[in-house]
């Protein structure tokens, strides 16, 4: 019998010693000390033998059984440090791997230039405006006395999402809306996207542009050039020169286009500005009264001027960005540079 529970004990202790889990642990208790387990049976026997037998029997099976429930515990503390372990490395840091780099990231040049002609505006007592860029004809067209004829009303250049609904192709239209809602004295810059079918090197169907309008008793064209010239200067440095060219808008009359003098080559004629010593900026002109009268502001009283400036013309000419459409794919490369 002891040589029995003996053979008990080994096969106990290499099936618990195999003991991968704490599931298979508790299966191992139950067939090796449970109800149903050997040693049980050889428990139910000691009623067979001999008086003077039993006490002896009796401590042997005891011995075996506390023997099988310590080689249990021992596996069982085993395992939980095992799987101790495995969580502490698995949440561990390891200091040799490279780290998570953060990269800087930088403003996008058409943003920098926005805010910088923000700032200057606001310098000069200006109040910032905006307008929808979904419009309908009134705005973009009728009330800033474009007529019905005029080809930038074509399907051609315009985006029309259905009859008089369009894509704004100038910020001019928030001109209208400031004149409708507010009385003079007015001195706001509107800038904003506008839109176009046309794309090339120094067109994109997406553009920026930024409106100014000044009206009041007296506003005259000198303020007009006045103002322009300052912007210019601070803009683009204390050296930069403007000019007008006579020109022609619907809704500015006397009109003209702003020039300023070539930043490569300083006037002398370059590649930049096509020999002509001069780049092209915006438009700019005296509000038309007929426009004033479409809105019901009093045209004998009040006079005022509007320009509006390309902010993408401006961003390319200050960090000589050859290529329009270069600002708008979103090359990181590109633009890490500023
Ligand atoms: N809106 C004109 C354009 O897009 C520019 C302009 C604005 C001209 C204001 C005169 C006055 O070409």
């Given amino acids: 019998m002891i040589t029995q ?10 099936e618990i010693q195999k003991a991968g889990s704490i599931h298979e642990l508790q299966q191992l208790k139950s067939r090796f000390l449970g109800k149903k387990s050997e040693i049980m049976n050889f428990m139910k026997k000691l009623g067979n033998l001999p008086r003077e037998e039993r006490p002896a029997f009796g401590k042997a099976v005891n011995e075996i059984k506390m023997k ?13 440090d095992q799987l101790y372990e495995k969580s502490k490395s698995a949440e ?5 791997m490279p780290g998570r780099k953060r990269e800087k990231g930088s403003l996008h040049p058409i943003t920098k230039v926005w805010q910088e002609l923000e700032d200057i505006f606001i310098s000069m007592g200006f109040e910032i405006a905006e307008g929808p860029d979904i419009e309908d ?3 973009n067209f009728d009330a800033l006395n474009t007529p019905p004829d005029h080809p930038a009303r074509n399907l051609s250049d315009t985006f029309y999402i259905e009859d008089d609904v369009l894509l704004r192709t100038q910020t001019s239209t928030v001109q209208i809306r400031i004149m409708y809602q507010h009385k003079p004295p007015i001195k706001i810059i509107s800038p904003g996207s506008c839109y176009r079918n046309e794309s090339d090197a120094s067109h994109s169907p997406m553009f920026h542009q930024v409106e100014a309008l000044v009206v009041d008793e007296g506003i005259n064209f000198a303020d007009l050039r006045d103002v322009l010239n300052v912007f210019v200067k601070k803009m683009f440095g204390e050296k930069i020169e403007s000019r007008f060219r006579p020109h022609f808008f619907p809704f500015t009359e006397p009109s003209a286009e702003i020039d300023i003098i070539c930043l490569k080559c300083l006037g002398k004629g ?9 780049l092209e900026l915006g438009g700019a002109g005296m509000v ?7 809105l019901g502001i009093d045209s004998e009283k009040y006079t005022g001027y509007a320009f509006g400036l390309g902010i993408d013309r401006i961003a390319m000419l200050k960090y000589r960005i050859p290529d329009m459409r270069l600002l708008f794919e ?3 490369r590109f633009l890490k540079q500023f």
């Fill in 288 to 294: 038309d009264p007929n426009v004033f009268d479409m």
């Fill in 270 to 278: 370059c590649n930049l500005c096509k020999g002509s010593g001069w």
């Fill in 330 to 332: 979103n090359d990181i």
């Fill in 5 to 14: 529970l003996n053979k008990i004990l080994e096969s106990a202790k290499n």
């Fill in 137 to 139: 004809e009134f705005h």
């Fill in 68 to 80: 099988i429930s310590q080689i249990l515990d021992d596996r069982d503390q085993k395992i939980q």
């Fill in 92 to 96: 561990s840091i390891d200091f040799t």
